[in-house]
């Protein structure tokens, strides 16, 4: 009975040693590749740090634009509400790359372009 495969399982090749391992794998049982900067703690430090500061960059700009300013002066904050939109963009672009990055597997060489 040690010839019964279960073929169920979805299969791909690892990127570095180019045997069928199991896709959803997080380390290759072959060669033990795992991609590079493969740390989901510090990667989940760092989405969570990102959002923070989008949602500190929208509190920011609602702020800056309503005048509700709590104890801050509101010109000093209307003008630190004109760069949050950027703020958020690029917090919201890391936060994104570093959640697609944690879920990287030795598989997808075709993610983000590499091959």
């Known amino acids: 009975m040690a010839d019964d ?9 690892c990127d570095r040693c180019g045997m069928s391992i ?3 794998a997080t380390r290759c049982p ?3 590749y795992q991609p590079e900067g493969y740390r989901p703690r510090l990667m989940r430090v760092g989405e969570v740090i990102f959002a923070v500061v989008i949602v500190l960059s929208i509190l920011t700009l609602l702020g800056g634009v309503t005048g509700f300013t709590l104890w ?3 010109d000093a ?3 630190v509400a004109i ?5 958020a963009g ?3 672009f890391f936060l994104y790359y570093l959640r697609q990055k944690r879920q990287t597997k030795p598989t997808d060489s075709d993610l983000f372009g590499r091959s």
Request: with cysteine; net charge negative.
């Open 5 to 13: 495969v279960d073929d169920t399982e979805e299969t791909a090749p």
């Open 22 to 24: 199991p896709a959803d």
């Open 30 to 32: 072959v060669c033990s």
């Open 72 to 74: 801050l002066p509101a």
């Open 77 to 79: 904050v209307a003008r």
């Open 83 to 87: 760069v949050t939109p950027y703020t």
């Open 90 to 92: 690029i917090s919201g």
